[in-house]
């Protein structure tokens, strides 16, 4: 067996074991031999259309089926229709028709879709040594093979005219432009649904073509519209897919187009072999009314004789194309030239079953105007033929796709188009532009879809390239490079699809000035802080008559963010909620803002109760006994209370933050999370250092309540300190001890006495596991650790 049929039997095993016994053709599956040719059209309500415009029979329906017979042709053929209906129903014998392709009276058929029909198997097979009775037996007696293969015969020649039409656009741009052919493939494989090796489009350009094209085997397909008009062999396609999934071509659930052909090539052929009759699949390949039947295998005119076996649509509802548009929410330019992204039925650019395509666009009126589409599996969608008629149209365009499906009517996807030849670009609210820092702009009013580049010219310097992007049908958004920007008029340039010159905006570019956003303080408070734009200007605020000095600026996102001092704590105190103000802003230059203010209500004024802390339970380490309940270890368990000032509720609603002392680590603690009530004015929180603030915070910690957007002061809670991990401690020696233990680094000095004064340095950088000591006769050793080196902790030293 060759590599497919190898990777198709691993989820396929026991179709496989018959494939040792089925002849050598059934190895590959290329169907690259040319077969006879049929005519086929079919009638439907007095409408006549060739078959490959047909996606599905209906009851009533008349088909007409012809050989065609050349001239120069001696072998004659004899050609056979059945009806099919069911996998356990087998067929009447008055719905099997055979023509005599040499005889001109009864050279073709011209058959009727009897009700209850599902499937048409047409029949192909010479006249010497063929037996139409033995044909309509072997059917008879076993309808579910054939009813299957008819199936998978019908799937493989859509799938086949998928592949035909991709090798066929590629050649097409290899002949016309090579350079293309990877842009456009990929195209093509979003239009067709098919997965390509993607290592030939690395390959150099000269042979992109040839190894795209090379092996139809190993593209694989994948299509919800074709896989819901027919199953497999097994059951749904999507339970095929899923099989094919854990095989080499498989990946991630394509569909490929043979293998359901290739199995039943292992079913049929290996059951039905006989000394008389051997049938061959065909697909039919479809064109201006001509079936040119493709088969895997020789013909053989002898015993036993071969008989081709081919499929007509099948005759269910029919089943409109799942077209959906590439990028839904995003308009579209009404200009001459357009293409509306379409996918999710390859079928439309691989077959005729579409048909008589329009885009309908609703006029202003309420009217309706259609131009023609065409699909086109390069372009990735349906291309509009000529203008588009733009007249009476408003700026913003509902268009629709409607077609027929076969013989059924369907309506297609809705598009929002724009129209170029209405509006014009505009600033919102007369905007200006700031130099020194670069600037999003947002333009209104113009055709978004249909703008191709924007570029910026700055009094008489040369036009840069704009970076833009579309926010909705009638508004782009742009990032002005003006940090490096002197201050002048900048000119933007528009240039759209659809119009014939470029549109101009002219904005005023001007240094940055100083913006105020609020002010707040609270009651109480003797620090306010000022939000706005360029605060480094700021020299002085006058609230009433209190003036603050400026402290600390910071940045948030866009916005500054300014501390405020005041210079007379007394005359804040006089300062009452509720009251309101004017704030005097005092700029450098002279400059003057002003900025209302109201004050705000005190924030919560909280102390802390009491403190403590459970060192985690190592038996493999040596208690280390810190001094001060305040001196706790990172990974200690612990727990404060603090109490919130008279006249304020606590409710269990606000937060309790704690971080260390330059916010580089924070924790927020809520209620059931570390933070509980013991009544209204006491709060209790309980945590773990090292867990909620990081492996590495160390020293002074604080903590603060906060309530909404307001919160306290910062209250000292305690200094964390690491501990090392001390193993053992041997004493021996009569002069010495000898301490050993892991990370010992974390330890400044040992010493024998409170006071220090035999103490033992620890080299900065200390790596080793044991440090001598001095002896310890009291049988404790004093520790001054580096994260507090002004607190002493004691070791105990068992006797």
């Given at each position: 067996m060759n590599h497919f049929v190898r990777s198709l039997c691993l989820p396929l095993l026991p179709l496989c074991a018959l494939s040792a016994a089925a002849p050598a053709w059934a190895k590959s599956s290329p169907f690259d031999l040319a077969g006879p040719r049929l005519h086929v059209a079919v009638t439907h309500d007095g409408v006549t259309l060739p078959v490959e415009w047909v996606p599905n029979l209906s009851e009533g329906d008349r088909i007409s089926i012809k050989l065609d017979r050349q001239a120069e042709q001696s072998t004659r053929y004899r050609l056979i229709a059945a009806f099919l209906r069911g996998v356990t129903d087998r067929p009447p014998r008055d719905w099997f028709h055979d023509a005599k392709s040499w005889e001109r009276k009864k050279n073709s058929l011209s058959l009727i879709v009897p009700a209850g029909a599902h499937?048409?198997?047409?029949?192909?097979?010479?006249?010497?040594?063929?037996?139409?009775?033995?044909?309509?037996?072997?059917?008879?007696?076993?309808?579910?093979?054939?009813?299957?293969?008819?199936?998978?015969?019908?799937?493989?020649?859509?799938?086949?005219?998928?592949?035909?039409?991709?090798?066929?656009?590629?050649?097409?741009?290899?002949?016309?432009?090579?350079?293309?052919?990877?842009?456009?493939?990929?195209?093509?494989?979003?239009?067709?649904?098919?997965?390509?090796?993607?290592?030939?489009?690395?390959?150099?350009?000269?042979?992109?073509?040839?190894?795209?094209?090379?092996?139809?085997?190993?593209?694989?397909?994948?299509?919800?519209?074709?896989?819901?008009?027919?199953?497999?062999?097994?059951?749904?396609?999507?339970?095929?897919?899923?099989?094919?999934?854990?095989?080499?071509?498989?990946?991630?659930?394509?569909?490929?187009?043979?293998?359901?052909?290739?199995?039943?090539?292992?079913?049929?052929?290996?059951?039905?072999?006989?000394?008389?009759?051997?049938?061959?699949?065909?697909?039919?390949?479809?064109?201006?009314?001509?079936?040119?039947?493709?088969?895997?295998?020789?013909?053989?005119?002898?015993?036993?004789?071969?008989?081709?076996?081919?499929?007509?649509?099948?005759?269910?509802?029919?089943?409109?194309?799942?077209?959906?548009?590439?990028?839904?929410?995003?308009?579209?330019?009404?200009?001459?030239?357009?293409?509306?992204?379409?996918?999710?039925a390859p079928l439309v650019y691989a077959t005729h079953y579409a048909r008589n395509l329009t885009l309908r666009l609703e006029k202003q009126d309420g009217g309706m105007v259609t131009v023609p589409l065409v699909p086109d599996a390069r372009s990735g969608g349906f291309v509009v033929r000529g203008p588009l008629p733009l007249e009476g149209v408003d700026s913003t365009i509902k268009a629709q796709v409607h077609g027929d499906w076969g013989f059924t009517p369907f309506d297609g996807p809705v598009f929002s188009l724009s129209n170029p030849n209405v509006g014009a670009w505009k600033t919102r609210e007369n905007a200006s532009l700031v130099v020194g820092r670069d600037n999003n702009l947002i333009l209104d009013g113009g055709a978004a879809a249909c703008v191709t580049s924007v570029e910026m010219r700055q009094g008489s310097g040369g036009a840069q390239p704009v970076k833009w992007s579309l926010s909705d049908a009638r508004t782009i958004a742009l990032d002005l490079p003006l940090s490096k920007a002197s201050p002048g008029p900048v000119t933007l340039t528009i240039d759209a699809k659809g119009v014939e010159e470029p549109q101009t905006v002219t904005l005023p570019a001007l240094d940055e000035a100083g913006r105020i956003d609020r002010l707040t303080l609270h009651a109480g408070d003797d620090q306010a802080i000022l939000d706005g734009t360029r605060l480094d200007q700021v020299r002085s605020v006058t609230l009433g008559d209190v003036m603050f000095k400026p402290g600390t600026l910071s940045r948030d996102g866009k916005t500054d963010r300014l501390t405020l001092n005041a210079s007379d704590s007394a005359s804040v105190e006089r300062l009452s909620a509720g009251q309101r103000l004017h704030a005097q802003v005092a700029m450098a230059g002279g400059r003057h803002m002003k900025v209302d203010t109201v004050?705000?209500?005190?924030?919560?004024?909280?102390?802390?109760?009491?403190?403590?802390?459970?060192?985690?339970?190592?038996?493999?380490?040596?208690?280390?006994?810190?001094?001060?309940?305040?001196?706790?270890?990172?990974?200690?368990?612990?727990?404060?209370?603090?109490?919130?000032?008279?006249?304020?509720?606590?409710?269990?609603?606000?937060?309790?933050e704690v971080a260390d002392a330059k916010g580089a680590a924070t924790a927020m603690l809520t209620t059931g999370k570390g933070y509980d009530l013991q009544d209204g004015q006491t709060g209790i929180v309980s945590f773990t250092p090292r867990a909620s603030l990081g492996p590495v915070v160390r020293g002074p910690i604080r903590f603060r309540l906060v309530r909404g957007d307001t919160a306290s002061d910062w209250v000292p809670l305690a200094t964390l300190v690491r501990l090392p991990e001390i193993s053992s401690v041997d004493c021996a020696s009569v002069v010495h001890c000898t301490l050993t233990g892991k990370r010992l680094f974390l330890i400044e000095s040992i010493a024998a006495n409170k006071n220090f004064s035999d103490a033992a340095k620890v080299p900065d950088g200390f790596t080793t596991s044991s440090i001598q000591t001095p002896a310890a006769p009291d049988g404790t050793l004093f520790l001054k650790l580096r994260d507090a080196p002004d607190a002493v902790a004691t070791l105990q030293i068992a006797k």
């Open positions: 499937q048409v198997a047409v029949f192909v097979m010479p006249e010497d040594g063929g037996d139409v009775d033995a044909v309509i037996d072997t059917v008879r007696k076993r309808p579910g093979t054939f009813v299957r293969a008819t199936k998978e015969l019908n799937q493989a020649s859509l799938d086949r005219a998928r592949l035909d039409a991709f090798l066929r656009d590629v050649r097409a741009v290899e002949r016309d432009d090579p350079k293309k052919i990877a842009d456009t493939s990929q195209a093509l494989t979003r239009s067709l649904s098919i997965k390509l090796n993607s290592d030939c489009l690395r390959q150099p350009v000269d042979v992109q073509a040839a190894c795209l094209t090379d092996d139809r085997e190993t593209m694989l397909l994948s299509d919800t519209h074709s896989s819901a008009l027919t199953s497999t062999l097994v059951g749904a396609p999507t339970d095929l897919a899923f099989q094919l999934s854990a095989t080499p071509q498989g990946g991630s659930g394509y569909y490929s187009s043979y293998i359901g052909v290739v199995r039943d090539i292992f079913r049929i052929f290996g059951a039905f072999q006989s000394t008389e009759l051997q049938y061959i699949p065909a697909l039919s390949q479809l064109n201006d009314g001509k079936g040119d039947l493709l088969l895997n295998a020789p013909l053989s005119f002898g015993k036993p004789t071969s008989v081709m076996v081919a499929a007509l649509p099948a005759v269910e509802a029919p089943t409109p194309p799942p077209l959906r548009p590439v990028n839904a929410d995003q308009p579209l330019c009404a200009a001459t030239g357009l293409v509306l992204p379409m996918e999710g004050i705000a209500s005190p924030r919560p004024q909280i102390s802390l109760l009491r403190i403590s802390a459970h060192p985690p339970s190592d038996t493999q380490s040596l208690p280390i006994e810190l001094s001060s309940e305040n001196i706790i270890a990172q990974d200690a368990d612990m727990t404060f209370a603090f109490h919130l000032a008279d006249g304020q509720s606590l409710t269990g609603d606000e937060k309790i």
